[in-house]
T-cell receptor, first 116, second 114 residues
């Protein structure tokens, strides 16, 4: 049982290049998330998908697009990379359920992205 | 909006007890979670409080006071392997389609010394 799998683990891009970060989960979770983590800033939500077929902006969506390809996969695309997008990107998933129930998020190992 | 405050760093020695506090301001609230992250790896879930009081899981306990918008994570019998970053997070209660959405604090770096 792999959980949440992110590819690639590391990537270096030049300013203006594009790339897609892949995320897949095998836990049959409804909701998936993309975060970025910068030093001293914690985890900030970029985009999320509450269920298959829906996506919504998070706190820092500018410069990114997402696709919920199916229930398992949620990709993040940088159309024209900028140095400010240098960060560690984490994908997470959770099972959507009752409002008061615990819904822990399960994270992938991250993608370390550098934009030169 | 949502904001969470937690100390940036805490240090302690092996065997000691340490408490990491978290205060929050949210427009809606469903629960307070704690996550652990080692050396920039995948954050992992530790605990969740939806109601006031103390939840205990082995050496770790988490407390919540909704009236004070305050919670803490208590780590007992500290071990070297507990050196990590700890994040508090609140769940957004305002939108029916985003019940799983979390807002994270900036994290507390815990260093455990021998």
């Amino acid at each position: 049982n792999a959980g949440v799998t992110q590819t690639p683990k590391f990537q270096v891009l030049k300013t203006g290049q594009s790339m897609t970060l892949q995320c897949a989960q095998d836990m049959n979770h409804n909701s998936m998330y993309w975060y970025r983590q910068d030093p001293g800033m914690g985890l900030r939500l970029i985009y999320y998908s509450a269920s298959e077929g829906t996506t919504d902006k998070g706190e820092v969506p500018n410069g990114y697009n997402v696709s919920r390809l199916n229930k398992r996969e949620f990709s993040l695309r940088l159309e024209s990379a900028a140095p400010s997008q240098t960060s560690v990107y984490f994908c997470a998933s959770t099972r959507q359920g009752q409002s008061s129930s615990n819904q822990p998020q399960h994270f992938g190992d991250g993608t370390r992205l550098s934009i030169l | 909006g949502q904001s969470l405050e937690q100390p940036s760093e805490v240090t302690a020695v092996e065997g000691a007890i340490v408490q990491i506090n978290c205060t929050y301001q949210t427009s809606g609230f469903y629960g307070l979670s704690w996550y652990q992250q080692h050396d920039g790896g995948a954050p992992t879930f530790l605990s969740y409080n939806a109601l006031d009081g103390l939840e205990e899981t082995g050496r770790f306990s988490s407390f919540l006071s909704r009236s004070d918008s305050y919670g803490y994570l208590l780590l007992q019998e500290l071990q070297m392997k507990d050196s990590a970053s700890y994040f508090c997070a609140v769940r957004d209660a305002n939108r029916g389609s985003t019940l799983g959405r979390l807002y994270f604090g900036r994290g507390t770096q815990l260093t455990v010394w021998p």
